[in-house]
């Protein structure tokens, strides 16, 4: 049932999808086990309350708890409505509230962020892809998919685009900025490859030193030990990973006054909520302060 259900042919589910949805289902049927049940129909209401108090001693963090609750209570339903189960068990599970607060900051002062591009002027490895991540706002994801052929010139606009896929799976045409663009170039001159637009080039956008595509957890490793050396922190000390880089980015075209719902739309997000709420939060707020109506200055 959890193959069928993780392979089901009627969700687009990509390959990382599936991986992170057979991870938590076979711990729930080692949990399963380790209660003493042989199957999960031997499960009642009162069990997947059991069940969800023995996920909150382990996951401490909501937002991570309320990605495993939500995994397993579709898999539960999903089991109900083919038949599998007799009792739909999968409401003894309940929604977990996620803790706004829980959110780390994630604010990169834009002179540091330049310093530490600055540091990698003889590595345009590293340089290009800081450059790329912090004026794309791409995921990491979205920059080791695209080939090369997937990179235009606009004659309208006069700049240059690169097609790649978001998460959520739809086509976005990213604006690549000429100074990261020409960094880039150098980078791929150094490990052999076409600089050239070739609407036949198969080689991946940004390659890893041998020309191929990275992996995902590969060049994340890769960067945040480039990050973290050249002294790359929050403006709060705190350690910085890739994807921050996205969060520098709708910060930084909100403090510029782009519209809220234009920076949603660049960066793929299904609401503006999510963008409010996960990566402009803070700025909000501050807005909003009304410190500015109550003065004592003597």
Same mark, same amino acid.
């Given at each position: 049932? $959890?193959?069928?259900?993780?392979?089901?042919?009627?969700?687009?589910?990509?390959?990382?999808?599936?991986?992170?949805?057979?991870?938590?289902?076979?711990?729930?049927?080692?949990?399963?086990?380790?209660?003493?049940? +042989? *199957?999960?129909?031997?499960?009642?209401?009162?069990?997947?309350?059991?069940?969800?108090?023995?996920?909150?001693?382990?996951?401490?963090k909501s937002s991570t708890l309320a990605k495993k609750v939500v995994i397993v209570h579709s898999f539960l339903s999903w089991c109900y409505e083919e038949g599998y189960? +007799?009792?739909?068990?999968?409401?003894?599970?309940?929604?977990?509230?996620?803790?706004?607060?829980?959110?780390?900051?994630?604010?990169?002062?834009?002179? *540091?962020?330049?310093?530490?591009?600055?540091?990698? /002027? *003889?590595?345009?490895?590293?340089?290009?892809?800081?450059?790329?991540?912090?004026?794309? &706002?791409?995921?990491?994801?979205?920059?080791?998919?695209?080939?090369?052929?997937?990179?235009?010139?606009?004659?309208?606009? /006069?700049?240059?685009?690169?097609?790649?896929?978001?998460?959520?799976?739809?086509?976005?045409?990213?604006?690549? /900025?000429?100074?990261?663009?020409? $960094?880039?170039?150098?980078?791929?001159?150094?490990? &052999?490859? +076409?600089?050239?637009?070739?609407?036949?080039?198969?080689?991946?956008?940004?390659?890893?030193?041998?020309?191929?595509?990275?992996?995902?957890?590969?060049?994340?490793?890769?960067?945040?030990?480039?990050?973290?050396?050249?002294?790359?922190?929050?403006?709060? &000390?705190?350690? $910085?990973?890739?994807?921050?880089?996205?969060?520098?980015?709708?910060?930084?075209?909100?403090?510029?006054?782009?519209?809220?719902?234009?920076?949603?739309?660049?960066?793929?997000?299904? +609401?503006?909520?999510?963008?409010? *709420?996960?990566?402009?939060?803070?700025?909000?707020?501050?807005?909003?302060?009304?410190?500015?109506?109550v003065d004592l200055e003597m």
């Amino acid at each position: 049932m $959890v193959y069928l259900y993780v392979h089901n042919r009627e969700k687009a589910r990509k390959a990382k999808t599936k991986e992170d949805y057979t991870r938590m289902l076979l711990a729930f049927l080692q949990y399963t086990a380790a209660v003493g049940k +042989s *199957d999960i129909r031997q499960f009642a209401r009162f069990d997947m309350e059991a069940f969800q108090l023995h996920l909150e001693q382990r996951y401490t963090k909501s937002s991570t708890l309320a990605k495993k609750v939500v995994i397993v209570h579709s898999f539960l339903s999903w089991c109900y409505e083919e038949g599998y189960l +007799s009792k739909n068990i999968a409401r003894g599970l309940r929604p977990v509230k996620l803790v706004k607060e829980e959110i780390p900051e994630r604010d990169i002062d834009e002179l *540091d962020l330049k310093d530490a591009i600055l540091f990698y /002027k *003889d590595n345009p490895k590293v340089q290009s892809l800081l450059l790329i991540l912090a004026t794309s &706002g791409m995921r990491l994801n979205e920059v080791i998919t695209p080939c090369w052929k997937d990179l235009y010139w606009d004659r309208r606009q /006069k700049r240059h685009y690169l097609i790649t896929r978001t998460k959520r799976d739809k086509i976005r045409h990213v604006h690549i /900025k000429d100074y990261a663009l020409n $960094v880039l170039l150098e980078y791929r001159k150094r490990v &052999g490859l +076409s600089t050239e637009l070739n609407s036949e080039d198969e080689t991946p956008f940004y390659p890893n030193r041998y020309g191929q595509r990275y992996t995902l957890s590969s060049l994340s490793s890769y960067l945040s030990k480039y990050i973290a050396a050249a002294g790359l922190t929050t403006i709060h &000390g705190n350690r $910085v990973t890739p994807h921050f880089m996205r969060h520098y980015f709708a910060q930084t075209a909100y403090a510029k006054g782009a519209p809220l719902d234009w920076i949603s739309e660049t960066v793929d997000h299904s +609401s503006t909520k999510i963008t409010k *709420d996960n990566y402009l939060s803070r700025q909000l707020k501050k807005d909003r302060d009304v410190s500015d109506y109550v003065d004592l200055e003597m």
